[in-house]
């Protein structure tokens, strides 16, 4: 049986608002003997474990989890966890719109590594021990940071993520000795993942049945009954679905005007757009980011 990603609605788990830093901070804890299912949401997120051993499966792919490891999974990718010891494992873990990298040396560098690597295999990598050290330390002042509301708040998280991301890519370039990162899992019976896998990397691209069913040397039509059988939707109606998520996310948490926002998400024009939001959401774009900002301000002033 195929197990279908549930999608992770961080926006609204998190009550994050437009002006507000799209950045969430935990210190995770995973008890022992304990699995953390199939999901995904449009945040990236960068997690540091300081104890305990488990695994991270990432798009197929199984990476270990020890003191030292470092994983950043990117957006949309499909991600679970599995802690198989009698011990529980700790990490500090962050999520966060990419757009926030937007215009820094960091995120030139991590969109280059991108670039230059298969989009769909997480990064991870173990630090030396005195990045290790340093990265811990940046963990703690961001969750210091994080918890307490003070001046320049918003930059201090920016600036400290930023700084555990060099000390990544850093890493990166001179992994010794890597950490085991397994092979893809390939499954026939589960075919399907990698065409879900497909779609939530390319869905904000132009993107069609025809073009998955060429991507996989396949015909349309078994993909289309095969997409249908697994999950219960079509594939545009999931396309669909992953747009206008993205969208949503874009609305509450930047200043993008709308029409941009629909360009950014693979629309081709505002009026298409909008006529899926509406039937989607029940509102238009305009109408979705006044309620946001109006539910925000609402619990603002209850704090």
């Known amino acids: 049986m195929v197990a279908f990603p549930k999608y992770q609605d961080v926006l609204n788990e ?167 990162i397994g092979p893809r899992i390939h499954d026939r019976k589960n075919r399907i993942q990698d065409v879900l896998q497909y779609i939530h990397l390319h869905f904000m691209q132009p993107l069609s049945l025809n073009m998955i069913a060429d991507h996989f040397n396949l015909q349309p039509t078994p993909i289309s009954r095969m997409f249908k059988k697994k999950t219960g939707q079509s594939v545009s109606d999931y396309l669909q679905i992953l747009r206008i998520n993205r969208a949503a996310s874009l609305l509450c948490t930047t200043e993008m005007n709308i029409t941009d926002v629909a360009y950014e998400v693979g629309y081709e024009n505002y009026r298409t757009f909008s006529r899926a939001f509406r039937l989607m959401k029940g509102i238009t774009p305009t109408e979705f980011r006044q309620l946001q900002e109006s539910k925000i301000n609402r619990i603002s002033s209850q704090q």
């Open 14 to 180: 998190r009550k994050i608002g437009k002006g507000e830093l799209p950045f969430v901070l935990v210190s995770s804890l995973h008890p022992p003997q304990k699995h953390f299912p199939l999901h995904f949401h449009e945040f990236a997120e960068l997690s540091i474990t300081y104890k305990g051993n488990g695994k991270k499966v990432v798009n197929n792919v199984e990476c270990t989890l020890e003191p030292g490891t470092l994983t950043l999974i990117l957006p949309n990718q499909f991600h679970e966890s599995y802690n198989g010891s009698n011990m529980q494992l700790l990490a500090y873990t962050c999520m966060f719109e990419m757009n926030i990298l937007q215009s820094t040396d960091c995120g030139s560098l991590l969109n280059t590594y991108m670039a230059d690597n298969d989009n769909e295999t997480p990064i991870h990598c173990r630090l030396n021990d005195e990045d290790y050290s340093s990265v811990l330390r940046l963990m703690e002042d961001m969750m210091a940071e994080y918890v307490n509301v003070r001046l320049g708040r918003n930059e201090m998280l920016r600036s400290k993520l930023i700084e555990v991301i060099i000390l990544m890519m850093r890493n990166l370039n001179h992994q010794l000795p890597p950490p085991h």
